[in-house]
């Protein structure tokens, strides 16, 4: 039922570590089996928050590429209107699942950082969507 060798960062040295190890391997610091299981578990999360905003911030990437093809191929547009629904709602999971995870993770705050790139590149993107398409019309 216990996973093992799940990483963790040592609570005090914040290596990487085992969580199924008795002491850090790094500086010895005895590991608590409870704390350690705790810890592995925020870092699996804080690990899926990251790929899930790496995701996210592409996803947004491509919107931008959709909206330029969009504007030689008509069909695009179709690509454009589904990141436009996708992304906000791809945002919402995301801040729903790991919006509130307590962590000084690095990885982390990177991952906050990809999302808001994510918005801000969604944006724009979304708007001159928008914009140009009442214009042809
Ligand atoms: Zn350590």
Not at 32 to 42: I, N, T, Y
Not at 77 to 102: D, E, N, R
Request: charged share 20%.
């Amino acid at each position: 039922m216990i996973p093992q060798n799940r990483i963790l960062p040592c609570p005090n040295c914040r290596q990487m570590i085992y969580s199924d190890s008795d002491k850090c391997r790094f500086c010895d610091a005895p590991l608590d089996r409870q704390v350690a299981e705790v810890a592995a578990e925020v870092q699996e999360k804080v690990n899926e928050a990251c790929n899930h905003a790496k995701w996210i911030r592409n996803m947004a990437g491509a919107m931008w590429i959709l909206l330029l093809i969009s504007f030689i191929f008509t069909a695009g547009t179709a690509g454009v209107f589904a990141f436009f629904f996708l992304i906000p709602l791809y945002l919402i999971f995301w801040q729903f699942k790991f919006g509130s995870l307590k962590t000084v993770d690095p990885d982390y705050q990177k991952a906050k950082r990809d999302r808001l790139i994510a918005l801000a590149l969604w944006l724009p993107a979304g708007f001159i969507k928008l914009l140009t398409f009442y214009v042809i019309i």
